[in-house]
């Protein structure tokens, strides 16, 4: 981590030059805008949420021994910012994009070609859809985390900045969610069906 983000802990960050502003502010940029454009997806709430966290980070001031908890704990405030974003604006955001729910063919296309199959297939993903639209945004997230991008527990945790086990224990609670919302719509639950 480059000297210039310490320099946003100090004291009088107000009173630094402007060009060393905007060189620490861009680099602050650089940094997150990867982790909340793969949470958000939309570039001009990104730029928002960024501006959003960097007056916190700025306003906030702890004091870290080292660059490690400095970057981890820039990582939660931006976390947190994006988090609340998304609670915000919980209504006003579009339907989930069924592109970015990742579902395995295998998972709801049955082996059977006939149309009532096709249809109730359909139907199915659709559903799960819906049920993903329905759940909290972090367990949506790390859905789409683990089985979308491939991301391993370890790797969800650590851009999450938590533990792994609080990982693996709420896909769990994520993935029960979805199979008792399909039990009660669908009937009994074939477990050859995996999500």
Do not use: C
Not at 5 to 34: R, S
Request: no cysteine.
């Amino acid at each position: 981590m480059s000297n210039r983000l310490q320099l946003l802990l100090a004291a009088e960050f107000e009173n630094i030059n402007e060009a060393l502003q905007e060189e620490i502010y861009y680099e602050f940029y650089d940094l997150v805008y990867g982790q909340i454009m793969y949470i958000v997806r939309d570039h001009a709430a990104v730029e928002d949420i960024i501006q959003e966290s960097f007056i916190k980070v700025i306003t906030h001031k702890p004091e870290f021994e080292n660059e490690g908890k400095l970057k981890a704990w820039l990582r939660v405030v931006v976390k947190n910012s994006t988090m609340n974003f998304l609670r915000k604006n919980k209504n006003s955001r579009n339907q989930l994009d069924v592109d970015r729910v990742y579902i395995s063919e295998e998972a709801v296309l049955p082996t059977s070609n006939n149309v009532e199959h096709q249809v109730e297939s359909k139907l199915m993903e659709e559903s799960i859809a819906a049920y993903l639209e329905e759940m909290k945004p972090e367990y949506r997230l790390l859905i789409e985390y683990r089985w979308k991008h491939g991301l391993s527990y370890k790797e969800i945790a650590d851009v999450l900045n938590t533990k792994e086990e609080i990982v693996k224990q709420r896909l769990y609670r994520a993935r029960e969610s979805v199979k008792k919302k399909l039990n009660r719509e669908w009937g009994v639950f074939d477990e050859q069906r995996k999500i």
